[in-house]
């Protein structure tokens, strides 16, 4: 997210635009992994939505089964983020900003 800022504070609808740019089609003979398909399939839409539908869940299995257990949940997770204290959101900000080197 930190280093799309210089793009996304002044052109954000083309950067947007070009970062989520799902009418790509990649060329079949670029391929290693999926040269078990033939080209038609290789290029085919429904392929190409099957495995973006596939990495989406994967991602919110992952977000909801593994990444947050321990602390109780997504929702937990969630929550406590909107209900904390300032003073707690306070003391982990020095954890979250990086410190700056000083040129010279």
């Known amino acids: 997210v ?3 800022l210089p793009f996304t504070l002044h052109h954000p609808e083309s950067y947007l ?10 060329e079949y003979r670029w391929t290693v992994n999926w040269k078990f398909l033939d080209e038609e399939t290789f290029l085919s839409g429904e392929l190409s939505k099957l495995l973006m539908t596939g990495h989406l869940v994967v991602l919110f ?3 909801f089964f593994r ?3 321990s602390e109780g949940g997504i929702f937990e997770v969630i929550l406590r ?3 904390a204290s300032k003073t707690v959101l306070a003391k982990n900000a ?3 900003t990086p410190k700056m080197a000083k040129i010279g």
């Open 81 to 83: 983020g909107l209900t």
């Open 61 to 63: 299995a992952f977000v």
């Open 67 to 69: 990444w947050s257990r």
């Open 2 to 4: 930190l280093l799309s």
């Open 94 to 96: 020095q954890y979250m």
């Open 17 to 26: 635009r070009k970062a989520f740019e799902f009418s790509r089609v990649f």
